[in-house]
């Protein structure tokens, strides 16, 4: 009784993440899928710091959800422009 | 007072699960950028708790980069996926 | 339990219940701005009352103004999001909700 909590805590976030990590490979829209790895990438860091590693959930924070996600975004709306008018559209 | 905290925490890993219901049917892509939003302060919360809990304190410098990064997405968001080319505006 | 544990659980809940109206209202709320109000106000009141619940407890005055600056730099971090998106969502010609009796 005394220990449920972290044990509800931790099984919590492990489904979220299989969750998200299913809907991330299954879904069709390119920014859904990103916008779900970029939360699937704030849930890791917070995995990491329940497994009592905390520099590396500093990474997975910094470099997983920030950067990757900016520059995953960036490549979405390059995507989304046409870059000549053509049929495409 | 600990478990409280991690009481707390739980709590706010439901509201997080709940939160992805509007990233998966939000109308417009704004939405789901606020959802992602939501996420960024609920876990600089839950770190500060955890923080505390645990008896960690490097997790305020990592919810110090959850704090930096969500409005980093954010503006990426706004900039470059979600912009208006400006020979359509009238 | 003395007086600085009673207010800090009393902070804590109160921390937990506007967590909760904020994800309430990002389900509920039926247009893009009324979402955005909810998340960007309702969210950083509840983190500020989790904020200072930790402070009350903390070890030392570093650890109390470092609280401080988290939060600081959440709500700057918010807002900034929140004008961006709301403006970028005016210029995609998204209509404000005008009340349940009109339909969008």
Redesign the interface.
């Known amino acids: 009784m005394n220990d449920i ?2 044990w ?2 931790d099984s ?2 492990a489904l ?1 993440l299989l ?2 990590a299913w ?1 991330t490979l299954s879904t069709r829209d390119l ?2 899928a990103v ?2 790895f ?2 699937f990438g ?2 890791m ?2 995995a990491w ?2 497994l ?1 590693a ?2 590396l ?2 990474a997975e ?2 470099i997983g ?2 950067l990757t ?2 520059l995953l ?2 490549a ?3 995507l ?2 046409p870059r000549r008018p053509g049929p495409r559209k | 007072m600990e ?1 409280l905290y ?2 707390l ?2 709590f706010l ?2 509201n ?2 709940a939160g ?1 219901l509007r ?2 049917r939000g109308p417009t ?1 704004a939405d ?2 606020l ?2 939003q939501l ?2 302060t609920t ?1 600089v919360a ?2 500060l708790l ?1 923080a505390e809990a ?1 008896a ?1 304190p ?2 305020r ?2 919810a110090l ?2 704090a ?2 969500a409005a ?2 954010t503006v ?2 706004v900039k ?2 979600w ?1 208006r ?1 400006p020979e359509d505006i009238p | 339990m003395n007086l600085i544990d009673l207010l800090g659980t009393l902070l804590l809940a109160a921390g937990g219940f506007f967590f909760l109206a904020g994800t309430l209202g990002l389900l509920r709320f039926p247009d893009v701005y009324t979402r955005l109000h909810a998340l960007t106000k309702v969210d950083n009141l509840g983190l500020g009352c989790v904020v200072v619940a930790l402070m009350l407890r903390a070890d030392s005055v570093a650890v109390v103004f470092k609280l401080g600056l988290i939060w600081a730099l959440a709500l700057l971090a918010t807002a900034t999001a929140g004008y961006l998106v709301a403006h970028s969502a005016r210029q995609h010609d998204i209509r404000p909700w005008q009340g349940p009796g009109e339909d969008v």
Do not use: C, E, N, S
Request: aromatic residues 8%.
């Open positions: 909590l972290p509800l805590y919590l976030i979220t969750w998200i809907q920014f859904k916008l779900l970029i939360v704030l849930l860091a917070l710091v329940r009592q905390p520099d959930a500093l924070a910094a959800a920030g996600g900016a975004l960036d979405v709306g390059h989304r422009v | 478990k991690l009481a925490a739980v890993m439901l997080v699960a992805l990233i998966l892509a789901r950028m959802a992602a996420f960024g876990g839950i770190l955890l645990q960690v490097a997790l410098d990592v980069v959850f930096l990064l980093l997405a990426a968001f470059r996926v912009y080319k």
